[in-house]
């Protein structure tokens, strides 16, 4: 399981439009992971993404993120793939 956490300073609350760019960002991972390509996922991420693993400590930064993610999501997208062929 893979937690995202949306950290907002705490000088004023959420606006609408926060809000609004929270779900489009969290809209826009979710299409990205259920498209099973890699690089659409890691363009969803900024530099200074933070990744908490359920199991695992914080991966911190895009390139952490995509050390660690690529690799699972390259052989979960061949079993897929094979399992449809």
């Not at 949306?6 to 489009?24: F, M, N």
């Amino acid at each position: 399981m893979v937690v995202i956490i949306l950290i907002v300073g705490q000088a004023a609350p959420l606006t609408r439009s926060d809000g609004a760019a929270a779900e489009a960002a969290t809209q826009a991972y979710r299409e990205a992971w259920l498209s099973n390509d890699p690089q659409r996922i890691m363009a969803t991420l900024t530099p200074d993404a933070v990744l908490y693993p359920s199991t695992l400590p914080p991966i911190a930064g895009r390139d952490a993120i995509h050390k660690f993610w690529v690799p699972i999501l390259i052989v979960h997208a061949r079993r897929r793939h094979g399992a449809d062929h």
